[in-house]
């Protein structure tokens, strides 16, 4: 199966999983999704090369996906995807900072931990994010931003852009098996295939988003509502929320990392 | 004068790169006419579609509602009465459940919950898949997306069903359910199609198009059966009515 037909799955897997009927799930989005972005936020708090106080902030997305009946397999592998986005953000961090300083018993260069850091945060911050998905979907997220009053304008764009890289992986999926269909051996699409390719796959993926929202405007005729469960926030919710963002403050304060270290070690007094 | 009626008079249109889609058609269909436009590929049926619905406006010409005329201005409000169900359903179905997909229409009419949830109910009975409602689109079969689509439109209640090439990609038991389907629909119904047969089932009168014009309008009966006209329009006897099927 070529990787672009395995990302169509994964994305729909994921989407998929977030009809499922946990108690996850029932919780109002909007709850949801103020707890991932504190956790965004408190994860984003933390010094460039601090590394070991982010670990036990992994309890999130792990708790989420466990809570969800989410399948780990799935969020690792679009979590595998981003990696090498992640590693290229930090990547350069080793060249610009290369002032040593002590890790453990190690000396090693300031920027290496920076890196690491960087890698940490990203992966916890992908890992949330997916879990987010699949226990909320994109029509919950949409509605969590909606029920915080932001501009209804804006939160059409983002479940456009999300049907839109269906249709673009899709159209992509078409092109690719019509080119191999009649490459032969040749397999891949060479070098100098690629542009007319790409150009034709966008100018097909416009053309199909434009038909998409002639037949949406044709049902929507100015009224810019999209259909979602109505759910009232109840005290579930705010538990949940509550719970959470105390947990991360308490992370955030305490390095419970260390303190778990030295008490394995003896190290307490 | 009913709001059923739809009036197409002198409408011309060009494509902004140039190409003529339509160069002065004029027609008049009644309340409850189920009528076939019928023509070769690029003889003006898709556009026809988007003018009637407003999404495109005519270069010259003008098209009656009832007793409203289109414009821009009301499309919105008038453009309403019209239901197109689109060629290709994947491009009518947006949302991840058929039923959130069902109810869009409805929900931007303004109505309540419960009066929405009936619609929706109503709409998915009315073409037989109320047991997908919870579905993903993508999950469905092309027979199956092609009820969906359908019943995205008839949700909203609209005076008119436009259908554009209904029976395409549809293997033949989907396609004489989508015939059963639309025989049951009292609606005025426009069907742009190459479905010379299905026009034969559904529709008393058709419309022949070539090159953005009427080439005839008249009982489908009539037509269907002239070859000299059907093979002007670059078309050719339904396969029922082909020698050949006896």
């Known amino acids: ?269 | 004068m009913s709001h059923h009626l739809i009036e197409a008079r002198d409408l011309h249109y060009t494509y902004p790169d140039g190409t003529p889609g339509l160069g002065g058609v004029s027609f008049r269909i009644e309340h409850g006419q189920s009528v076939g436009v019928v023509g070769a590929n690029g003889a003006g049926k898709s556009t026809l579609l988007l003018l009637l619905t407003g999404i495109l406006t005519p270069s010259l010409g003008e098209i009656y509602i009832g007793d409203a005329r289109l414009t821009k201005k009301n499309r919105d409000r008038i453009g309403g009465r019209l239901g197109m169900v689109f060629q290709d359903p994947d491009d009518q179905l947006f949302m991840s459940r058929v039923g959130d997909d069902v109810a869009f229409g409805p929900i931007n009419q303004g109505l309540d919950p419960d009066r929405v949830s009936r619609r929706v109910t109503e709409a998915l009975q009315a073409v037989g898949i109320s047991h997908l409602k919870n579905r993903p689109p993508f999950k469905l079969s092309a027979g199956e997306k092609r009820a969906a689509a359908i019943a995205t439109v008839l949700a909203m209640e609209p005076d008119m069903l436009l259908l554009d090439e209904p029976s395409s990609w549809l293997d033949p038991k989907a396609r004489r359910r989508l015939i059963k389907i639309l025989q049951g629909f009292s609606h005025t119904k426009i069907i742009t199609t190459h479905d010379l047969d299905l026009v034969l089932e559904i529709c008393q009168r058709t419309i022949v198009l070539s090159r953005g014009r009427v080439l005839a309008d008249g009982p489908t009966a009539s037509l269907l059966t002239d070859r000299k006209l059907l093979d002007e329009a670059g078309l050719e006897l339904p396969l029922s009515l082909h020698p050949a099927a006896g």
């Open chain 1, 1 to 269: 199966m070529s990787s672009l037909v395995q990302t169509l799955y994964e994305l729909r897997r994921i989407d998929e999983l977030s009809r499922g009927d946990s108690f996850l799930h029932r919780l109002h989005p909007a709850a949801k999704l103020l707890t991932t972005l504190a956790f965004l936020a408190v994860l984003a708090s933390f010094e460039r090369h601090q590394i070991i106080p982010l670990l036990p902030f992994a309890v999130y997305p792990i708790a989420l996906a466990a809570w969800g009946d989410v399948p780990f397999r799935p969020i690792m592998r679009r979590l595998m995807m981003a990696e090498p986005l992640i590693i290229g953000v930090g990547l350069l961090n080793p060249l610009w900072e290369r002032s040593a300083v002590a890790f453990g018993p190690w000396q090693i260069s300031a920027g290496w931990l920076v890196f690491a850091s960087i890698a940490v945060k990203g992966s916890l911050a992908v890992s949330a994010a997916l879990a987010l998905t699949a226990v909320t979907g994109m029509d919950g997220v949409a509605a969590a931003l909606r029920a915080m009053k932001v501009p209804r304008l804006m939160v059409m764009e983002i479940q456009m852009t999300y049907r839109y890289l269906y249709l673009l992986v899709e159209e992509a999926m078409r092109t690719i098996n019509a080119y191999r269909l009649r490459a032969g051996r040749a397999g891949n699409p060479k070098p100098g295939v690629w542009g007319p390719m790409v150009g034709r796959i966008l100018i097909r993926t416009v053309d199909r988003a434009e038909r998409i929202h002639q037949a949406m405007s044709l049902r929507e005729r100015g009224g810019g509502r999209f259909p979602g469960r109505v759910i009232k926030f109840a005290w579930k919710d705010a538990l949940f929320l509550c719970g959470w963002i105390a947990l991360f403050l308490f992370l955030r304060l305490f390095d419970l990392s260390s303190w778990l270290g030295a008490l394995v070690l003896g190290g307490l007094p």
